[in-house]
């Protein structure tokens, strides 16, 4: 496969198949500080980061729990943090 520079792919595929179960840890979005950048929403690999305005969630039926969405937010004090997975 051959990709173009400054080419924008589709998500992943974490919707086809339930994805959530294998994950180690899981971002909480505390909507507190949120600024509404929507960079967790952008950059979450499988789009399943959701929201509107400064309220934003994902779905934890396919969240891989890569910690994206925490790294890319702008604020020092973010407004998501990683939790460890509870069996």
């Not at 919707?15 to 960079?39: D, E, N």
């Not at 789009?47 to 994902?58: L, Q």
């Amino acid at each position: 496969m051959r990709l173009t520079p400054g080419l924008v792919v589709l998500p992943g595929t974490s919707r086809a198949t339930k994805t959530g179960s294998w994950r180690t840890s899981r971002p909480i979005f505390l909507h507190q500080r949120c600024s509404g950048c929507r960079l967790c929403e952008l950059c979450c690999p499988e789009g399943i980061v959701t929201g509107t305005g400064k309220v934003f969630d994902c779905d934890l039926t396919y969240c891989k729990g890569c910690g994206i969405c925490v790294e890319v937010c702008p604020l020092k004090d973010k407004d998501i943090v990683m939790q460890p997975e509870e069996r």
